[in-house]
Nanobody, 123 residues
Framework: EVQLVESGGGSVQAGGSLKLSCAAS????????IGWYRQAPGKEREGVSC????????YYADSVKGRFTISADNAKRTVYLQMDSLKSEDTAVYYC????????????????WGQGTQATVSS
């Protein structure tokens, strides 16, 4: 059974940091890309960042470039999203998702999804 479990969300003040984790199981980790997406109340889900597990190629949305860093620990089958210099507009539920041999920031490209973790940034 494919499982993606997010953790690390919480509440911080603007300018602070959070580190999200996505623990994956039930599929061949190396053959996939893992993406982070977010959805704020009343808004559509948007792509934040994506990493190819094999090779380490990364994508970032313009809104988070220079502030967020995605990384992967193959031994732990876990992908991280380090979020620094957080802004109130980063407040959202953050989801991780997996896609077979595809890199994308488009949510529809991904096959498997976690349940999400809430990140709240207060100004």
């Amino acid at each position: 059974e494919v499982q993606l479990v997010e953790s690390g969300g919480g509440s911080v003040q603007a300018g602070g940091s959070l580190k999200l984790s996505c623990a994956a199981s039930g599929f061949t980790f190396d053959d996939h890309a893992i993406g982070w997406y977010r959805q704020a109340p009343g808004k559509e889900r948007e792509g934040v960042s994506c990493i190819a597990i094999s090779g380490g190629k990364t994508y970032y949305a313009d809104s988070v470039k220079g502030r967020f860093t995605i990384s992967a620990d193959n031994a732990k089958r876990t992908v991280y999203l380090q979020m620094d210099s957080l802004k109130s507009e980063d407040t959202a539920v953050y989801y991780c998702a997996a896609a077979y041999q595809k890199m994308s920031l488009i949510p529809a490209a991904f096959d498997y999804w976690g349940q999400g973790t809430q990140a709240t940034v207060s100004s």
